[in-house]
């Protein structure tokens, strides 16, 4: 909850006027207004009522303003008027089950609640003395996660992927099945469509229940795809601050990049890396950091990353994977076989698993990531058959066991599953690794024996 003394520091006791000078693309200069940086504007126009802008930068003795919608009725001359220099936002439980916009009203036609709390739409992540060990796991409800990768309470990872592979399904399966007390769904730069598709199919009345949804759609302007953001992490920040475990879903993190990217350049900022200015970098760990473990409650995140042509290093990709604990990687090759999810374990990563699970869980994954890897390496020559059984002993093991593993491996949509049941199938796969292994340890031996006894009796003639 926002306190009254931060309130008060924040508010600038003069009534700022200006003009707009000109416009440029999508930002409007203005003259005589001095406001600071991501203080709210006020725009007026001959039709369409005020315009609300933010303001982004200075340049030429003139603020830069970027609007909330586009510039249409704007003219040289129009009055500019400070709204406000601190940005806060209404929150409160009612906010479950509910939709809304980057502004946090309601948009799913509902009248909008009554929410008698509000917090700051900026803050600074807890201080990182002050965060706690993440000790405890959290149950997502996708069993190749849990099994494999398994995530801790306040423990941030990517889910890296191309488009049509099933990110979006894997975050309804995630919200329908998760353990999180509360979900947080921010939907970035998403078609229109997609929104009631998401819902009804994908996420569902039983995941919407303890849902937040936050939506900015792709025809929106940049400055609110960067705001939807926010506005979804100012809220899984106030469940925290409530001692909840929240889930926080946001799809996806590279289009609040794209967005932020062009306020950035509109802003002047040059190009640095592959047409992003540097205040793209600058605000992702800003944005990403604010997520985490608190003395109060946790935030689990998961952020989708929109590889380009399946490139896992271009820029977005490459930073975000070195600012998260973690990251899951999504296979075209795997969704085109028909195995969903298409979690590529080999090529994913969370780095606290071996915090959150017992030793027997983390070495029966060490075992199956060990079949996995040999199999991928002689993957084209059992396919064509030139492989010869008895070559490789952890590749004889995997051909024999690999029915059971992508039985594993696969899921259902309606299929829920629990952090149990997935430490519980990869423990009997690992034993049954064990059991196949020593059963062709005997065979070998007895195959030794059959052909060492004729010679012993050659030699005893």
Not at 37 to 63: C, K, M, Q, W, Y
Not at 74 to 99: F, I, M, Q, Y
Not at 401 to 409: G, H, V
Request: charged share 25%.
């Amino acid at each position: 909850m926002l306190a009254l003394s931060e309130q008060l520091d924040a508010i600038m006791p003069i009534e700022l006027v200006g003009s707009v000078a000109r416009t440029v693309g999508m930002t409007a200069s203005v003259a005589g207004f001095p406001a600071p940086v991501g203080a709210l504007a006020s725009i007026d126009r001959d039709a369409g009522g005020p315009l609300e802008a933010e303001v982004i930068g200075f340049r030429d003795n003139l603020t830069l303003l970027y609007p909330f919608e586009e510039l249409t009725g704007v003219r040289r001359g129009n009055r500019v008027r400070l709204v406000r220099t601190s940005r806060w936002l209404r929150v409160g439980d009612e906010l479950k089950g509910r939709v809304f916009n980057a502004k946090g009203e309601a948009v799913d036609g509902r009248p909008q609640p009554i929410l008698g709390q509000r917090t700051r739409f900026h803050r600074a992540p807890p201080h990182p003395c002050d965060r706690p060990r993440i000790e405890l796991p959290l149950s997502t409800g996708i069993r190749a996660i849990d099994g494999l990768l398994t995530c801790g309470l306040g423990q941030r990872l990517g889910i890296f992927a191309g488009s049509g592979v099933g990110k979006s399904v894997l975050m309804g399966m995630m919200a329908r099945y998760t353990s999180a007390d509360v979900i947080v769904i921010a939907m970035i730069g998403e078609r229109g469509r997609e929104l009631n598709d998401f819902i009804e199919r994908d996420l569902g009345p039983k995941g919407l229940a303890k849902s937040v949804v936050v939506v900015a759609t792709s025809n929106e302007p940049a400055l609110v795809r960067v705001q939807a953001a926010m506005t979804a992490t100012a809220i899984a920040e106030h469940y925290r601050d409530e001692g909840k475990n929240v889930l926080l879903l946001m799809d996806s993190l590279t289009r609040f990049a794209l967005a932020q990217r062009e306020i950035g350049l509109a802003a002047g900022e040059p190009p640095t890396t592959r047409g992003y200015p540097p205040s793209v970098f600058a605000v992702l760990p800003r944005l990403v950091e604010r997520a985490g473990q608190s003395t109060d409650g946790s935030i689990t995140a998961f952020y989708t990353v929109l590889v380009e042509a399946d490139d896992p290093n271009e820029p977005i990709a490459d930073a975000v994977r070195g600012l998260l604990d973690g990251h899951i990687w999504l296979s075209r090759k795997l969704a085109s076989k028909g195995r969903y999810p298409a979690v590529d374990v080999l090529e994913s990563l969370s780095r606290l698993m071996p915090d959150v699970t017992s030793e027997e869980h983390f070495n029966s994954c060490g075992i199956l990531r060990d079949l996995m890897g040999a199999y991928r390496d002689h993957e084209d020559l059992i396919s064509i058959g030139a492989y010869r059984r008895g070559s490789n002993r952890s590749v004889d093991v995997s051909i024999e066991l690999q029915d059971n593993i992508n039985a594993y491996l696969k899921q259902r949509v309606e299929e829920p599953s629990t952090l149990e049941d997935a430490r519980s199938g990869l423990i009997q796969l690992g034993q049954q690794a064990a059991q196949v292994a020593s059963q062709m340890n005997q065979q070998l031996k007895q195959a030794q024996q059959q052909i060492q006894q004729p010679q012993i009796q050659q030699q005893a003639r």
